[in-house]
């Protein structure tokens, strides 16, 4: 049986005309609640549910914004996707997430291209600046914002933190305890926020007259077990840092776990940064000072632009960045004396 007999057989139970009983269903136009509950109880004694890509392509909305991740797995993607979450639902859209390693990988592309159109609009989580996909949005003027994104111009509205004034407040607050041989783990390069964060670590050490010492900067990829091996590298040095900023708070985890195994202190030894304030970071040992994402405000702000764009607006076509707050915790002290 197809989707419109169906649906005839739906009235037909119901005691309305197909037209209501669209409408029952769609949640559109004018319906009493007594016709509505005989339509719902005719569909579900049917099992019928509308065929919600075609209701699309006759310029339906869907009420489904689609979260597009690459690699979804890190904390602070989590965190990221319940702030968006929260915000949608409360303004009456759902979400619907599509993992993958890249966006225009084999098979993805074909994907892509359904979940977009079944979606009203779309936010791409940590975009991927090489990414084909991302300039697939662009030419097609997709409805679409980039979340946390800072690899490159792009005619799409990107809601992201100030990666690199964060960087230097958080390196700054390192240089206020004193220390002078300040490590950075770097991430991974895919969104471009490493390096501007790399970029806030040069710069505050150079505004405080600090040599920029290529051994002092590793990478760590973003992962705990990153962090980890990092840090053990700037351990091995013959001289080592009084403290280290990491690029995120998984990396500062994996760093405090490498100093603690050979025998050292957090921060009687060394002093360890993170950034992002994810929820671990109030529950490690030490607990951990980092800089703080504005989650919540900037899921409001993301959900808001897409949905404006989904509404008939024209893109904001800008970036807006968030500031971040200093979060002080037990990780970071003075530098050693014997080290000053």
Same mark, same amino acid.
């Given at each position: 049986?197809?989707? #419109? ?25 004018? $319906? ?12 579900? *004694? &049917? ?11 006759? %310029? ?5 914004? %689609? ?8 904390? @602070? ?31 993805? !592309? /074909? #994907? ?9 609009? &779309?936010?791409?989580?940590? /975009?991927?600046?090489?990414? %084909? ?12 914002? =980039? ?19 964060? !960087? ?27 390096? *501007? ?12 007259? &600090? ?10 990829? =973003? @992962?705990? +077990? ?20 990491? !690029? ?6 994996? +760093? ?10 957090? /921060? ?24 703080? *994402? ?7 702000? !993301?959900? %808001? ?22 979060? $002080? ?12």
């Amino acid at each position: 049986m197809g989707k #419109t007999s169906k649906l005839s057989e739906v009235a037909k139970i119901a005691g309305v005309s197909p037209i209501t009983a669209s409408r029952a269903i769609r949640g559109n136009g004018y $319906v009493s609640e007594a016709a509505r509950t005989r339509v719902m109880a005719a569909a579900a *004694q &049917l099992n019928y549910t509308p065929d919600m890509l075609a209701r699309r392509m006759r %310029g339906d909305k869907s009420k489904l914004i %689609g979260v597009f991740v690459n690699n979804y797995g890190s904390l @602070v993607l989590h965190e990221i996707t319940k702030a968006i979450s929260q915000e949608a639902r409360r303004i009456g859209y759902d979400i619907l997430i599509f993992n993958a390693e890249r966006f225009d990988g084999p098979g993805r !592309a /074909p #994907t892509c291209d359904m979940l977009s159109k079944l979606c009203d609009g &779309l936010l791409l989580l940590l /975009p991927k600046g090489d990414d %084909g996909y991302l300039d697939v949005i662009e030419r097609q003027r997709i409805p679409a914002v =980039f979340f946390s994104f800072d690899a490159r111009d792009v005619n799409v509205p990107v809601v992201a933190v100030e990666n690199r004034q964060a !960087a230097r407040s958080a390196v700054d607050h390192l240089i206020g305890l004193g220390h002078r041989r300040i490590a950075f783990i770097a991430g991974s390069s895919g969104t471009g926020q490493s390096a *501007q964060r790399q970029v806030g670590y040069t710069e505050a050490l150079a505004a405080a007259g &600090l040599p920029v010492l290529p051994e002092l900067m590793v990478e760590g990829a =973003f @992962v705990q +077990a990153g962090g980890y091996a990092a840090t053990e590298k700037l351990l091995a040095l013959a001289q080592r840092p009084t403290a280290i900023f990491a !690029a995120n708070d998984e990396m500062a985890f994996g +760093a405090i776990d490498a100093i603690h195994s050979k025998g050292l202190k957090v /921060p009687g030894d060394i002093s360890v940064m993170g950034f992002d304030d994810i929820p671990t970071a109030a529950g490690v040992f030490p607990t951990l000072s980092t800089m703080r *994402q504005p989650l919540p405000e900037m899921a409001a702000r !993301a959900v %808001g632009e897409v949905v404006q764009m989904i509404e008939g607006a024209p893109p904001a076509s800008k970036k807006i960045a968030f500031p971040m707050a200093l979060v $002080v915790r037990n990780s970071t002290g003075p530098a050693p004396a014997v080290a000053a």
